[in-house]
Nanobody, 126 residues
Framework: QVQLVESGGGSVQAGGSLRLSCAAS????????MAWFRQAPGKEREGVAV???????NYADSVKGRFTISKDNAKKTLSLQMTSLKPEDSAMYYC????????????????????WGQGTQVAVSA
């Protein structure tokens, strides 16, 4: 069993930066694929970034070069550094964990993620 708690969301102007964090509890955190998903009002949930247990990261095209995902196994934390934010990045951001390998396809397979946090809101103004 894994519990996930996100933090770090907020309001920022376009071009600004935010750092999201996800604190995990439970065993075998090091073996999980971790991901960030987001969902804006009226839109489907979309994968933003995933990182496998071997440290391999994959990103959605819309955030590549602007967002960086990182995983600290010792502290059981997941982070998402977001830079050059755009209004279209505004959404509820969710941390998720999967016991299976993710790869790039994990970005489109929300169903494979067994555990989800409650989300943290990000609002980017023009």
């Amino acid at each position: 069993q894994v519990q996930l708690v996100e933090s770090g969301g907020g309001s920022v102007q376009a071009g600004g930066s935010l750092r999201l964090s996800c604190a995990a509890s439970g065993d075998r955190y090091h073996s999980y694929c971790m991901a960030w998903f987001r969902q804006a009002p009226g839109k489907e949930r979309e994968g933003v970034a995933v990182i496998d247990s071997d440290g391999t990261a994959n990103y959605a095209d819309s955030v590549k070069g602007r967002f960086t995902i990182s995983k600290d196994n010792a502290k059981k934390t997941l982070s998402l550094q977001m830079t050059s934010l755009k209004p279209e990045d505004s959404a509820m951001y969710y941390c998720a964990a999967s016991g299976a390998y993710c790869g790039f396809q994990g970005l489109t397979r929300a169903i494979q993620f067994d555990y989800w946090g409650q989300g943290t809101q990000v609002a980017v103004s023009a």
